[in-house]
C-alpha cells in the first residue's frame, strides 16, 4: 500500500513539475556576443552574433562594425533564435580584436568613435559610416541642426500664437462690421499664417565606440584578445568577406495597378514582363547588387537561413533623376516623368480603389501622394509584340547600363494551337519516310 | 589515316540514314514538343487576363525538357545498337576488317551528334511557331541555349556510349543507361524543387533530406551530362560570354575524357558480349 501511495506521489510531483517547466521562462545565460553593425550594401543591418554561429559574413572593402559584449543570451522557441537580453545586462568586453588569415595575425583592432549618417534622413535606405573626428563633427552638426530647428519651431510657435490672435481679431472686427450693416469686400487684411519649419533632412546617430572592419575578400578568423594577453574563451569567429556577382545594374519594383499592394521586382536584366491584355505598370528604379543569397542573408543577421546555391539582387539606392521611355524597336512611343500618384478608396460595398494624379486639389484636403513612380500603360491598342521599357538620365540620350527590360504581349487567346505546332515533327517524317519508300520503290 | 576515316564515314552513314529514315526520331520530336507545348501552355493559363507575369526566358526551360527527351533517345538507341550488334556477333564480323573500337564508337558518337544538331534544328522551328503563335520570345538567349544544347547532346552521348561499352547484353545496357541517367536527372529535380524552398517551410526530415540531396549534387555536379546544360543555361541567363564559353570548353574536355574511356572500355572487354 506503502509503495503505492509513494508512486502517485512521484507520479504528481513529475506532473506537477512538467507543468512546471512549461510555464518557466527561458534559461538565461551570460555569454560572449558580437553585436553587429553590418553594411549590407545600401545601409547598415544591426544584429548581433550568438555563440551557437560560428561564422561573420560581411561586404568586402567596405565598412563594418563589431563590438565583443557580455550578456544574457536565452533561446526562443517560437521563433527558434537565440535572444540577447542587452537591457539586463550589456557589459563591453575590453582588448583589441585580432584579424587572422591562413594562422596569421594580419591586423589588430582598437575600438574606434564612429557614427552613421543618413544624408537623406533616418528614414532612408542610405546610410554611411564615418569614424573618429569626422564622426564627432558628422554628429556635432547633425546637433546644431537640431538645435536650429527648435530654436526656429519655438518661433514658430509664438508666430502661431500671434497669427491665432490676430485671426480672432479679423474675425471679430468682420462681425463688427457685417452687423454694422457694411456688405462687400471689405478692406481689412486678412492675417497669414505662418509655416512650420522643415525638420533637419538628416540624421546622425549618437558616436559609438566599436572595431571597425574593412576587409578585401576572403576567407579570415577573427578573436578577442583580452589587455592581459589571453584569448577570450569563445571569441574565435570565422569570417567571410565577399563581393557582389553582379553590379551597377537597374533594377525595378513594378506597382501593377490592378494589385497596387502585391508588387512585383524585374531586376534581373534576363527577367521579361509578360503581359495580357490592358495593363497600368508603375514602375520604380533602383541601383542594384547581385549578392549570394546565404552570405547576405546572414550578414544581416548570423542566424538567418539561405541557400548558398542562389543570388539575389539588393536594391542600393533609388533613382529619381531619370525618365522613362517604352520603345518597340528604335521607335519611342512614350517618355515618362516621375509623377505622385494617390489612391483612393473607392466608397460603398464593392472593395476597390483607384489610383489617381496627385494634384492641387489633393494638396489643398491635406492628402499627401501615396506613391511617386513612372507610369506606363499598356493598352489593348497596342499590338502583341515586343516592347522595351529603359531609363535614361535627364538631359541624355543614353540609356542607363543594364536598365533596358523587355515587355511582351502575349497573344493568350492562341495558347490552344500550341499542340498543334507539336505535330510538325511527325508530318515532316511521313513526308521524309515515304519519299524514300517511293524512292526504293522505283 | 583515309582508310579510318572511309571506314568511320561508312559506318556513320549506316547508322545515321538507318536513324533518320525511322519513325522513332520523329515520334521522340513529337513526344519532347508536345511536353513542351504542355508546360507553355501551362505557362500562359497562369497569367491572368489583365495582368502581368515576370519570367527569364520561359522558352529555356521546355527547351532543357526537350533535349533532355532527344539526348535520352539518341543515347538508348546507341547504346542498344552496340548491345545488339554484340550479341548477335555483327560487331566480332566487323572488328574482323578495318574497324577498331575508336572507328565504331567515334562513328556512333558522330552519327548522334549529327541527329542532335538535326533535332536541335527541329526545337529552333518550334520555338519560332511558338513565338509567332504566342509572341513569347524567341531571344537571342534561346538561339545562345540550343548552341550549348548542341554541347549538352554531346556530354549525353559520350556518357552513354561510355556506359555502354561496359555493358555487354542489350537488356542489362537498357537499364543501367536508364537506372544512371533517370538518378541523374531525379537528383537534379529534387535538388532545384528543395533548393527553391525556403528553410522555413521544410520540416526537419526535409531539412536533412534537402543537405544529403545537396551533397549529393555537388558531388554529381561534374559527372552528370545534364548538369552542364544547367551551367550553361545559367549562363546565358547571366548573360556571361565567358561563363558560356568556360561551359563550352568543359562540355568538350568531359565529352573527350568519356569518348577515350569506352575506346579503352571497349577495346579491353572485347567485341563478345
Known amino acids: ?442 | 589515316m583515309s582508310n579510318r576515316g572511309g571506314v568511320v564515314k561508312t559506318l556513320f552513314k549506316r547508322d545515321f540514314v538507318y536513324t533518320f529514315y525511322s519513325w522513332g526520331f520523329y515520334v521522340v520530336l513529337f513526344a519532347a514538343f508536345m511536353i513542351s507545348s504542355f508546360i507553355l501552355k501551362n505557362f500562359l493559363d497562369g497569367i491572368r487576363e489583365e495582368d502581368i507575369l515576370v519570367s527569364a526566358y520561359p522558352l529555356n526551360y521546355p527547351l532543357f525538357i526537350s533535349v533532355i527527351v532527344i539526348s535520352i533517345y539518341l543515347v538508348m538507341l546507341s547504346g542498344v545498337s552496340i548491345s545488339r550488334e554484340r550479341e548477335h556477333g555483327t560487331l566480332e564480323v566487323l572488328f574482323y576488317g578495318p574497324v577498331t573500337a575508336g572507328n565504331f564508337l567515334i562513328s556512333k558518337y558522330f552519327k548522334d551528334l549529327c541527329l542532335g544538331i538535326i533535332a536541335l534544328a527541329f526545337c529552333a522551328v518550334y520555338f519560332y511557331l511558338v513565338s509567332l503563335t504566342t509572341n513569347l520570345g524567341f531571344t537571342a538567349g534561346l538561339v545562345r541555349a540550343l548552341v550549348m544544347g548542341v554541347f549538352m547532346i554531346s556530354c549525353v552521348v559520350c556518357f552513354g556510349l561510355f556506359i555502354s561499352s561496359l555493358t555487354g547484353r542489350t537488356r542489362s545496357s537498357v537499364l543501367v543507361l536508364l537506372a544512371i541517367l533517370g538518378g541523374f536527372l531525379a537528383l537534379q529535380f529534387v535538388h532545384a524543387a528543395l533548393i527553391g524552398m525556403e528553410r522555413e517551410a521544410l520540416s526537419t526530415p526535409m531539412l536533412y533530406l534537402r543537405e544529403t540531396v545537396s551533397h549529393l549534387f555537388r558531388g554529381i555536379n561534374w559527372v552528370s551530362p545534364f548538369a552542364f546544360l544547367n551551367r550553361g543555361l545559367d549562363a546565358v541567363v547571366l548573360d556571361s560570354p565567358l561563363l558560356f564559353g568556360l561551359n563550352i570548353f568543359y562540355a568538350v574536355v568531359y565529352s573527350v575524357i568519356f569518348l577515350i574511356l569506352s575506346i579503352i572500355s571497349m577495346s579491353l572487354k572485347g567485341v563478345k558480349a
Open chain 1, 1 to 442: 500500500m506503502r509503495i503505492y501511495v509513494i508512486a502517485i506521489c512521484l507520479i504528481a510531483i513529475c506532473i506537477l513539475s512538467a507543468g512546471g517547466v512549461g510555464a518557466q521562462a527561458p534559461a538565461r545565460r551570460e555569454q560572449l556576443v558580437y553585436s553587429l553593425t553590418a553594411f549590407d550594401g545600401a545601409s547598415f543591418s544591426k544584429s548581433f552574433c550568438p555563440p551557437s554561429e560560428d561564422t561573420l559574413y560581411f561586404i568586402a572593402d567596405n565598412s563594418s562594425v563589431i563590438d565583443a559584449r557580455k550578456t544574457f543570451i536565452y533561446f526562443w522557441p517560437i521563433t527558434r533564435r537565440y535572444m540577447a537580453g542587452f537591457r539586463s545586462l550589456d557589459e563591453k568586453l575590453p582588448g583589441t580584436i585580432e584579424i587572422l588569415k591562413g594562422g596569421e595575425v594580419i591586423q589588430t583592432l582598437q575600438r574606434q568613435t564612429y557614427t552613421l549618417f543618413y544624408p537623406e534622413g533616418y528614414w532612408s535606405d542610405k546610410a554611411t559610416l564615418y569614424s573618429d573626428q569626422e564622426a564627432e563633427r558628422r554628429f556635432a552638426e547633425y546637433q546644431s541642426a537640431v538645435e536650429a530647428f527648435n530654436r526656429k519651431l519655438r518661433d514658430y510657435y509664438e508666430e502661431m500664437r500671434i497669427y491665432r490672435e490676430e485671426f480672432n481679431r479679423f474675425l471679430e472686427e468682420m462681425r463688427i462690421r457685417r452687423e454694422s450693416g457694411e456688405e462687400g469686400i471689405t478692406n481689412i487684411e486678412m492675417p497669414q499664417e505662418p509655416s512650420p519649419p522643415d525638420f533637419v533632412d538628416f540624421y546622425a546617430s549618437e558616436p559609438a565606440q566599436g572595431f571597425i572592419l574593412n576587409l578585401p575578400v576572403g576567407n579570415y578568423q577573427i578573436r578577442l584578445r583580452c589587455p592581459d594577453g589571453r584569448i577570450y574563451e569563445g571569441s574565435e569567429k570565422n569570417v567571410v568577406v565577399f563581393e557582389s556577382r553582379r553590379t551597377g545594374g537597374v533594377g525595378y519594383e513594378i506597382i501593377p495597378g490592378n494589385r497596387w499592394t502585391r508588387r512585383e521586382s524585374v531586376d534581373d536584366p534576363s527577367w521579361i514582363i509578360h503581359g495580357a491584355g490592358h495593363n497600368v505598370l508603375y514602375f520604380n528604379p533602383y541601383h542594384q547588387a547581385e549578392y549570394n543569397e546565404l552570405y547576405h542573408n546572414k550578414l544581416e543577421d548570423p542566424q538567418n537561413s539561405g541557400r548558398i546555391e542562389r543570388w539575389k539582387w539588393v536594391h542600393i539606392d533609388p533613382i529619381d533623376d531619370v525618365h522613362m521611355v517604352l520603345s518597340r524597336g528604335e521607335e519611342i512611343l512614350q517618355q515618362i516623368e516621375r509623377a505622385p500618384y494617390f489612391v483612393k478608396q473607392i466608397p460603398g460595398p464593392e472593395l476597390g480603389y483607384e489610383i489617381i494624379p496627385y494634384d492641387d486639389e489633393l494638396l489643398q484636403r491635406g492628402y499627401q501622394p501615396t506613391f511617386e513612380s513612372y507610369q506606363i500603360e499598356l493598352s489593348t491598342n497596342l499590338p502583341p509584340e515586343e516592347y522595351t521599357v529603359s531609363a535614361l538620365q535627364d538631359g541624355s540620350a543614353e540609356h542607363l547600363p543594364e536598365s533596358e527590360r523587355s515587355i511582351r504581349l502575349l497573344r493568350k487567346e492562341n495558347a490552344n494551337y500550341l499542340y498543334p505546332i507539336a505535330f510538325f515533327p511527325l508530318v515532316f517524317g511521313i513526308v521524309v519516310i515515304l519519299s524514300r519508300w517511293t524512292r526504293i520503290d522505283r
